[in-house]
């Protein structure tokens, strides 16, 4: 089965750090391309970073300088580092796969872990 | 980067009744490879999105065939043909058309009535 579980949300003070992680079952992280996806309180959906087969990162401008996304193949699970908290980042944070070869859509979700930044 | 507006709301739509909803891009979703990426998904309150439509009509597995897409350049709609009560929840679509770059519309919540 196709499974992505996402861990490592909390409550963390602005200016702290975390590591999200997201284990994966069902389909291998180093042969498809998986991003993280955020939901604010209330709100819409936000991308904000996706890692390639090759390795490459790419990350929304909002967040970039700031969050580093990578993987570790032997454990098939994707990582996201995230510095300088923000009360801004304070959100549900996705774990997702994009359509095989396409890269188009988004095809399975986690459950998603909660990121709270606050004093 | 390209701005995806969906309205916030539906307009109120009775259970067995069509629904749609709309998208409009910032610009063209036709990507330079001739295909037009744009996908749909719903979010069910206290769920994670899932995958309905993807590029502009092609409906995902496990869809059922009540739900359909269409549009194309910067217009887009979601057609629900008969409203059923598990399709309550938010409606967003996505381009993938600036790929890596995907942005979101804001999400419409279906309105029954």
């Known amino acids: 089965e196709v499974q992505l579980v996402e861990s490592g949300g909390g409550l963390i003070q602005p200016g702290g750090s975390l590591r999200l992680s997201c284990a994966v079952s069902?389909?291998?992280?180093?042969?498809?391309?998986v991003s993280w996806v955020r939901q604010a309180p209330g709100k819409g959906l936000e991308w904000v970073s996706i890692?390639?087969?090759?390795?490459?990162?790419y990350y929304a401008d909002s967040v970039k300088g700031r969050l580093t996304i990578s993987r570790d193949n032997s454990k098939n699970t994707l990582y996201l580092q995230i510095n300088s908290l923000r009360a801004e980042d304070t959100a549900v944070y996705y774990c997702?796969?994009?359509?095989?070869?396409?890269?188009?859509?988004?095809?399975?979700w986690g459950q998603g872990t909660m990121v709270t930044v606050s004093s | 980067d390209i701005v995806m507006t969906q309205p916030p709301l539906s307009s109120p739509v009775t259970l067995g009744q069509p629904a749609s909803i709309s998208c409009i891009s910032s610009q063209s979703l036709v990507h330079s490879d001739g295909n037009t990426y744009l996908s749909w998904l719903h979010q069910r309150p206290g769920q994670p999105p899932r995958l309905l439509i993807y590029?502009?009509?092609n409906r995902f597995s496990g869809v059922p065939d009540r739900f359909s897409g269409s549009g194309a350049g910067t217009h887009f709609t979601l057609k629900i043909s008969r409203v059923e009560p598990e399709d309550v929840g938010v409606y967003y679509c996505?381009?993938?058309?600036?790929?890596?770059?995907?942005?979101f519309g804001q999400g419409t919540k279906l309105e029954i009535k």
């Open positions: 069902g389909f291998s992280v180093s042969t498809n391309y």
């Open positions: 996505m381009q993938a058309t600036q790929f890596p770059w995907y942005t």
């Open positions: 997702v796969r994009a359509r095989i070869t396409v890269n188009d859509a988004f095809d399975v």
């Open positions: 590029m502009v009509s």
């Open positions: 890692i390639y087969t090759s390795g490459s990162t």
